[in-house]
């Protein structure tokens, strides 16, 4: 058997590539489908790599497979690079310091989540390359899964046929196994009025600002009566103008609806339709609803979540230095005092040390074993990583990328992602989904068993959240 602990030695040797990868998306910040350059400079690497590149499958410009290897056990790894509007941010700032020029940031970490996979995937390659071992590994570059659903577009589009298991990750602030996920709805509200002068003749009107208004009341007052784990949230895209004396005959509403399954997510969007109907039969405008698609809750797969947890048990979390430590410190000397205590709290409890011993090195470098609990595990977020989860054996780990209690979304976050923690995170995932592939080409029989826990998990059963006739993008 090939020694799994060169796992370690490639990635180390590939350590400072894949930083650059890391530092070259985090400076490109590109959104949506619009990634060009960020696909761009994954795919000329990869063939660099030796990988045989396809560009803009599924019809998606800015999506992307590298192939490397021949025969099965084929494992996927999934890559994504989009960033976030109006979170900007230079790296390493301990203050709110968009980057000149830049509207875009990467604030949930997508730089280091491509430079971790696609290190995976280059790490996988060598251990194909040096053993000669059968097997295929696939790096798929996948936009837009900030609000673009892109990977369910791409399993729509018949991308993902073909694979024996998934791997993938998350920057966040500590390291574990994803477990599941909410599906969710996009959903917009178009309501038509008729205009007239709000002063002089009001009875005219007919008032499209109203009907949002009361539509968002009547969901708020749904709320009460839709199951606990779901979430409901919206903003107006058109408030209908700025002069409050016409009588507004345009506005619109963007609705997000999230829960559990996309069943339930069914059964709150026929509830919200029926309000905004109601709204605009109260106020006698039209309305015109337009789903632009969804994603599906995330199945963590039992046997390649453990594959991938002993693979980060054995090669251990992020090698963060001193230098990182520091770096960690100015962070966690920008929060309140009681955010400071909870974050020293539960870091000094994820690491088993004291707090004080903590406070000096406040980044979680310990892994978090799977089992049961945490494979049931409950998020509020969703990913459609889950769409890929209900067609092929999946898992998904997170890892240290910064101090606890970091939330996503936010320009600390990508303040420190984009430092050498990010880096060492990034170094980390890539070679424990390395190890993780050599697991599977090294006993192949465990795809069987994982194929077997997808169907019954599903019933063999997926339906698209991508209504037919919308493309990507639409609603962006």
Known sequence: MYETKKIHEIAERKSDEIAQIQHSIFDLAEYGYEVQKSASYLEELLEKEGFQVERGIGDIET???GTYGSGKPVIGILAEY??????????????????????????????ALAAGTVGAAIVAKEYLKETGKTGTVKVFGCPAEETGFGKSFMVKRGCFEGLDMCFTWHPMDHTTLWGRTLAYYKVRFDFKGITAHAGGAPELGRSALDACELMNVGVNYLREHIISSARVHYAYLDAGGEAPNIVQDHASLLYFIRAPKMSDCDAILARVKKIAQGAALMTETDVNIKVFGGLHDNLPNPTASRILSDAFVAEGGPDF????????????????PEAKEAAIKAGAKAEGISEEEFAKRPLITSVEAVDDRVMERQYTASTDVGDVSYIVPTTQYSATTSIPGTGLHTWQFAAQVGTSIGDKGSIAVARAIGRACAEVWENPEVVKTAKEELLEATGGEYVSPIPDGVEPGDGM
């Open 63 to 65: 999506a992307f497979v």
């Open 82 to 111: 989009d960033a976030l509007p109006n979170l900007s941010q230079k790296a390493g700032e301990t203050k709110r310091c968009p980057i000149e020029g830049k509207a875009y940031g990467h604030a949930c970490g997508h730089s």
């Open 321 to 336: 230095t001193e230098e990182d430590f520091a770096i960690a410190r100015k962070f966690l000397d920008l929060l309140s």
